[in-house]
């Protein structure tokens, strides 16, 4: 294509395509944080096998893997995307920080001798997350080019770097802190 392509209005003054790529990709990677700790939520009660519908839950559990697998390879590469995969799949984004949101479940079930029931409202947010992340990421082909998210970072890459790697050591250290302390109580 020639010089600026991507960065040509689409339609009638409106913002160029580029930025409308970098507004989709932050709602989807925003999306897929609030996406996690939900999962994180409702997989407690499905390895208690608890959960109503776990068909239902598997499902879309599977399909929020795969689609938000896709979408991380589309915004930072194949490398990099398989690698941001790999960390929101093995949780290690949830132990860095997103477990602060599930700590008043965990309070009152530490309180309690049973297990609470499960919360519909997000049990049903998770399945509308989900279906937004598909069709945002659906809509990211067409919106925003290949590796958009990777090149915006530019030469602050290992500054992203070094400060997730710190975001996980104090959210870690913050969780194994605040947790010995829930558990004692």
Request: hydrophobic share 55%.
């Amino acid at each position: 294509g020639e010089p600026g392509a991507r960065n040509r209005p689409l339609r009638g003054g409106s913002a160029p395509r580029y930025e409308k790529g970098k507004m989709i990709n932050a709602v989807i990677i925003v999306l897929v944080l609030v996406g996690s700790a939900l999962h994180r939520y409702l997989s407690a009660y499905w390895e208690q096998g608890i959960l109503p519908y776990s068909s239902g839950f598997l499902l879309f559990a599977n399909l929020f893997a795969l689609t938000y697998l896709i979408g991380f390879i589309w915004m930072f590469g194949a490398v990099p995307g398989i690698a941001i995969t790999l960390l929101c799949y093995f949780q290690v984004v949830h132990s860095a920080g997103l477990w602060v949101f599930g700590l008043p479940w965990l309070i009152r079930m530490n309180k309690g001798l049973a297990f609470p029931t499960v919360n519909r409202t997000a049990y049903g947010s998770f399945s509308l997350v989900v279906i937004a992340v598909v069709i945002l990421t659906a809509l990211n082909f067409f919106i925003s080019p290949y590796k958009s998210m990777w090149e915006s970072i530019g030469d602050h890459r290992w500054t992203v770097v070094l400060a997730f790697l710190g975001i996980l050591i104090i959210g870690n250290a913050g969780r194994v802190v605040i947790m010995s302390k829930v558990l004692k109580s």
